[in-house]
């Protein structure tokens, strides 16, 4: 790796892609461009495309990071490089740069006071990974203030800096994408937001979600509890209701737990979410007691609170049901899972990341269960 510049941070590093990985690649792209567009030569249909090869025409094509597992790994790889978390990055872009084109300077980050710049968004962009997925005769990378021009070469990758000690544009990272000479050149970009972006939560486990156990004693001791007191459950009063748990005039009750009985649970259940996840410290969230669901609830499909419900647990206690009342869940390919648990059932599932609900009405008296989230240490 060459590095160019420190102020602004300039590093470039050949083969940071392989031929092939590039090749594959484009042959993702071309394909998501022609699964996207249909082309007609008929100028009066709705579906008619007007491509120009004009100066101010830029293909681009958008991907999420986890989309295929190739692109997953490629965007780690290129997270790793940059030495910020992937969920710090923007949708994975490629762009096409045309013979003849013109385009525009760019410095990269946001100027102060841009709405671009919201927490929500991630804040500043301060860095950006960009790397040619194929060579191209003329076409470069140039810096006007740095007297710096990067050639197109397969496989290259340029890792840029884009802000200053204010944290504000740099004015010596101002660049330029100069088109090839003859056809077309390909880019990859990956940027880097300084801190997580919204909706943009990592993977923990292989399928996001795992069928386990409570332990006997403390199964033993909630299912008692339960029993006793039952009687006592009042009308469940949260953001929860109306929004996710639907139905009749009552749709859930809460139980509530002793402190004791609480650190009990939280203290086997954070067991079970390290010993799953591989973390050696998450952080308690929240515990809202045993929740007791009514004849005709529907629990709506979402995603929970990506601010602090990131690893999280459902207890099954007891269930008077006529029929079996499945917890729907999406894995991290996408694909749904219908979960049946017995009493002293319990799922492990990364519940802000995962969309999960039971959108089938509840034919049966009551299902009770407590509710346990976690986040890994210094979450944010």
Not at 1 to 24: H, K, N, V, W
Not at 46 to 74: A, K, M, W
Not at 80 to 93: I, Y
Request: glycine fraction near 8%; aromatic fraction near 8%.
């Amino acid at each position: 790796m060459i590095e160019y510049s420190q102020s602004p941070g300039i590093r470039i590093l050949d083969r940071f892609l392989t031929a092939y990985e590039c090749d594959r690649l484009l042959e993702l792209v071309k394909k998501r461009s022609r699964d996207r567009y249909s082309l007609t030569s008929d100028v009066d249909s709705p579906q008619r495309i007007s491509i120009s090869y004009g100066p101010e025409i830029v293909d681009s094509v958008t991907f999420q990071h986890d989309e295929i597992p190739e692109l997953e790994s490629i965007c780690k790889k290129g997270a790793a490089l940059s030495g910020l978390p992937l969920v710090n990055a923007e949708p994975l872009t490629f762009h096409c740069y045309r013979s003849g084109a013109k385009v525009d300077a760019c410095d990269g980050a946001f100027p102060e006071g841009s709405v671009n710049r919201r927490k929500a968004d991630g804040g500043q962009r301060v860095t950006s990974l960009s790397v040619f997925l194929n060579g191209a005769a003329g076409a470069a990378r140039t810096f006007p203030a740095l007297d710096l021009n990067v050639g197109a070469v397969q496989g290259r990758a340029l890792l840029l800096g884009h802000v200053n000690t204010s944290n504000n544009p740099h004015p010596l990272a101002v660049s330029v994408q100069r088109p090839p000479v003859d056809g077309q050149c390909w880019t990859m970009e990956l940027k880097f937001r300084e801190t997580r972006r919204a909706g943009q939560i990592p993977k923990f486990t292989a399928q996001g979600f795992k069928v386990d156990t409570i332990p006997n004693d403390l199964f033993e001791e909630l299912s008692t509890y339960y029993q006793t007191h039952r009687k006592n459950a009042v009308a469940e009063e949260s953001d929860a209701i109306g929004r996710y748990v639907l139905g009749d005039a009552m749709p859930s009750k809460i139980v509530p737990l002793t402190n004791t009985l609480e650190d009990a649970v939280v203290l086997a259940t954070m067991q079970k979410i390290q010993l799953w996840s591989g973390l050696n410290n998450v952080t308690f969230a929240a515990c809202f007691g045993i929740r007791e669901y009514q004849r005709g609830a529907i629990l709506k499909a979402h995603r929970d609170k990506e601010e602090t419900h990131i690893l999280s647990a459902i207890l099954n206690v007891a269930q008077e049901v006529d029929e079996q009342w499945p917890l729907e869940i999406e894995d991290h390919g996408g694909r749904r899972h219908q979960i049946i648990l017995s009493p002293g059932d319990m799922i492990l599932y990364e519940s802000a990341r995962l969309v999960h609900g039971r959108e089938t009405r509840l034919n049966g008296h009551s299902y009770a269960n407590p509710f346990v989230h976690f986040h890994p240490q210094d979450w944010h």
